[in-house]
Every structure is written in structure tokens, then in C-alpha cells.
């Protein structure tokens, strides 16, 4: 791993993945998208609500669901000079949609398809001296989708691509009082 998180957002966050699913036994670093974070858009959060009539007044009622429908995570991601971390994330949607299973075992000791997830990621929030003061961690994260990319000839800027994440918790931390 390399020793610089986040080189292209230094400013008041750190995003950092825990693990990176692989399907070829072969072994990806998380540097593949740590290092090429761009931006990351956390997710919004709303409520349904319910209407019910009592005599002739109209009553509303919040949607009680739980946490399902936590909404979704997008990660704004430089492409590195090999197009390796765009593969990397191609490779993962393209074998969970096929049912392939990475080589992470279940508690029961079974390979499930739903173990192609990003165990956790965390954003950690720094203050003016980079240190650290929160952390929101994002548990069980699903890509779910790539944004394209359009390369072009006589153009050098960076390009990007966005992966959206389905999360099935979500997690609050202070650092510091």
C-alpha cells in the first residue's frame, strides 16, 4: 500500500476502501482506488410519508422502513495512465452479474455472491492540520454501477469515472471532544 492516501483530494477528507473483491486469485491493492479518489457524494436521506382521512381531515403518517433504502454512495475516481482501476471495477460488475463468487467464505464457510462487496469504507473528515476529527464508515458496500468513460485524442486531462455503491450500513464516529 502506498504511503499517500487520497493524492488528488488532499483537502478535508480521506476515503479509504478495506478491500477490494478479486475473482482470479489474484490479489488487488486497495491503492487501485484510494490513490485516484476524486470527490465522494454520501448519500441522501428521506422519509415516505403515509396520508390517511379521519372523518374529513387528512392525516399524514411517517413511513416507518427501517434501514433499507439507505440510498446510494457515488465515488468520483481519477483513471489511472493503465485504465487498471476502471478494469478492476468492470471486472468485479462484470463477474457478480454473471454469479461468479470471490473467494471470501461466509461464517458458514460458503462462497455467496453476496460476498462481493466492499467490507467497509471509511471517510475519515481532517481538520486544518490533516489530523483526523470524525469518521463515517460505510459497511457492506455493493457496486452497482460504472459511469463510461470517453477518451480522446489531443486531450491530456484527467478522466474520470463514477462508481455508485448500494450500502447496507452506515456508521458515525467523533475522534476527538
Request: aromatic share 12%.
Amino acid at each position: 500500500m502506498t504511503k499517500y492516501i487520497n493524492y488528488f483530494s488532499g483537502d478535508k477528507f480521506k476515503l479509504s476502501f478495506s478491500n477490494i473483491p478479486s475473482f482470479d486469485g489474484e490479489r488487488v491493492e486497495t491503492s487501485v482506488f484510494n490513490d485516484y479518489i476524486k470527490s465522494l457524494t454520501v448519500p441522501e436521506m428521506s422519509l415516505g410519508l403515509l396520508t390517511s382521512l379521519f372523518g374529513h381531515t387528512r392525516q399524514i403518517h411517517p413511513n416507518t422502513i427501517g434501514s433499507r433504502e439507505l440510498g446510494t454512495v457515488n465515488v468520483e475516481m481519477i483513471l489511472d495512465e493503465e485504465l487498471y482501476n476502471w478494469w478492476v471495477a468492470y471486472k468485479w460488475l462484470y463477474h457478480t452479474r454473471h454469479g461468479l463468487k470471490t473467494d471470501k467464505l461466509s461464517l458458514k464457510g460458503e462462497e455467496l455472491v453476496r460476498n462481493n462487496c466492499v467490507e467497509v469504507f471509511e471517510v475519515e473528515m481532517l481538520n486544518n492540520d490533516k489530523k483526523p476529527i470524525s469518521k463515517l464508515q460505510f459497511n457492506r458496500c455493493f457496486l452497482n454501477n460504472i459511469s463510461s468513460v470517453s477518451l480522446e485524442y489531443g486531450n491530456s486531462d484527467n478522466k474520470t469515472i463514477i462508481m455508485t455503491f448500494e450500502v447496507e450500513e452506515l456508521s458515525f464516529m467523533r475522534l476527538v471532544n
